[in-house]
């Protein structure tokens, strides 16, 4: 068998990474690919507070549906530096090995652990971009170099260039900016919902929103809110993934004032200047969303801005024309995991359920409508069925997704069987 092996951090994996890999199969024919994230590099020392078990998962995401790969945990496993000739030495047996190197690499090789021994084991190949000739004149006389001194055997393979490292990745991550098409969408979504590489800055001001919530919530409704975060992030992952950090605020927020009492709520309502409208006057329950959102720009102002503000004033209710940042929060509070109500298992599973990996941005924003105007319909029919007080506001948002939906289908649309369906 002709087994490729290709190493390195991966941290994170991108869509040069893929492109790389593809290469190097197609070119040199091999019958298998091994990907094999180290555990320890001996030519880095940082982590970025990414485990390995964090980048292994990233790869096999990144890769499961690319023919004749198989990602390997055979560094991790070993839990120390990793060096390849470890790695060759347990894998001789396995066939024939060629071993994947960039440019860079390539030009150190001889002074890598045990390097003659290397050259025996496996075959070189180096990856060299097809737009770059400035280091040609160095890899010919290092190839002559290795090929006289240890009898290597060395081949090259060629591929489109890929203008961004996983480095430039993570500083992209840390400043809250898109990496939209940079990578996989899945290792996307999870870098997301994991909340990864997001910079020591924006970590220690999550765990500050953390740990300052827990003097105004319960340990069961901090339970949930955490459960938020966490939903909240994984459908930031799908539908916006350069407002995760943001997102994630909104959610630590959003039930910041819901234990309080009525007579605190119409206190907090003086000191902000809320008005007691009639929505409020006959449904308490609808208080905190309103004061919780004036209490959390007061205490975290520097990250609460107009589009937090606004998603937490409407996440219990809706509203018309609710933009996706608001939509977002909405139904990261109904679903998440922590939710055991018939309603919300079953919401949850509608949703997920209806999300292919191969669905473009506009199918998975109308399946997302889809599941917002039966989560509203749902609300509707139990407070129906209660005999309570249904808002307005409430009404309003579910004409308005309906409106925006039918117009997105072309048609018109019912609930029938706890499902939407077009007429």
Not at 67 to 96: F, H, P, Q
Not at 115 to 124: D, P, Q, T
Not at 146 to 165: H, R, V
Not at 372 to 398: C, H, P, Q, R, W
Request: hydrophobic share 35%.
């Amino acid at each position: 068998m002709r087994i490729g092996i290709y190493g390195g951090t991966f941290s994170p994996v991108h869509n040069g990474h893929v492109i790389m890999a593809k290469n190097f199969i197609k070119q040199m024919k091999l019958d298998k690919l091994l990907i094999i994230p180290t555990f320890t590099p001996p030519h880095k020392s940082e982590d970025n507070g990414v485990s390995p078990w964090n980048r292994y998962e990233m790869l096999k995401l990144a890769f499961r549906d690319c023919d004749k790969t198989e990602v390997s945990d055979i560094e991790i496993k070993r839990r120390n530096v990793s060096y390849t000739i470890d790695t060759l030495r347990a894998l001789e047996n396995e066939g024939e090995l060629y071993l994947l190197c960039g440019s860079d690499m390539f030009l150190t090789l001889e002074t890598w652990r045990e390097a003659s021994e290397i050259l025996k084991l496996a075959k070189i190949v180096i990856g060299r971009r097809e737009s770059s000739d400035i280091i040609k004149e160095k890899i010919d006389k290092q190839r002559t170099f290795l090929e006289k001194t240890f009898g290597a055997e060395i081949y090259e393979i060629f591929f489109d260039a890929f203008e961004i490292s996983s480095s430039e990745i993570r500083k992209l991550i840390s400043e809250n900016k898109s990496v939209s098409g940079l990578l996989p969408e899945s290792v996307e979504r999870y870098i997301a919902e994991n909340g990864l590489y997001l910079g020591k800055g924006l970590e220690n001001k999550l765990d500050e929103i953390r740990e300052h919530i827990r003097e105004f919530i319960s340990p069961k409704r901090l339970s949930h809110t955490l459960g938020v975060e966490k939903e909240i992030a994984r459908l930031g992952g799908i539908f916006m993934p350069d407002r995760i950090y943001k997102l994630r605020v909104a959610a630590l927020l959003h039930d910041i004032t819901k234990e309080y009492s009525t007579k605190k709520q119409l206190l907090l309502c003086q000191a902000y200047g809320i008005e007691v409208d009639k929505d409020l006057e006959s449904s308490p329950k609808l208080f905190h969303a309103q004061t919780g959102a004036y209490q959390a720009r007061a205490l975290f102002g520097d990250v609460v801005d107009d589009e937090i503000f606004n998603a937490i004033l409407c996440h219990t209710t809706g509203k018309s024309n609710m933009t996706l940042f608001d939509k977002l929060l909405y139904l990261a509070d109904y679903i998440e995991e922590g939710r055991s109500f018939e309603d919300c298992v079953y919401l949850r599973n509608y949703f997920y359920s209806g999300i292919s990996s191969g669905a473009t941005e506009e199918e998975k924003y109308i399946h997302l409508q889809r599941t917002l105007y039966l989560s509203f319909n749902m609300t509707v029919e139990s407070l129906k069925k209660d005999g309570a007080y249904i808002s307005s506001v409430t009404t309003d948002a579910m004409r308005s997704i309906k409106k925006e939906l039918e117009e997105k289908l072309g048609g018109k649309i019912v609930i029938e069987d706890n499902n939407v369906k077009e007429l």
